[in-house]
């Protein structure tokens, strides 16, 4: 049996446990509506040209 290292462990509810905070830039693109539509066509193409390819 291997012995832990005390050091390495993660303490609950210590600042380590939590995510980190997203920037104001990285809320600001999630909230823009016209980035997110931008994006929705993007991923569309994407699987259309992944389905397309399939039937061919």
């Excluded at 104001?24 to 994407?46: D, E, G, H, P, S």
Aim: glycine letters at 4%.
């Amino acid at each position: 049996m291997t012995k832990q290292n005390p050091s390495k462990r993660t303490i609950a509810y210590s600042l380590e446990s939590y995510p980190p905070m997203p920037t104001k830039w990285t809320l600001f693109w999630r909230r823009c509506i016209i980035y997110q539509a931008f994006r929705f066509v993007v991923l569309n193409i994407k699987i259309l040209r992944i389905v397309v390819g399939g039937h061919s």
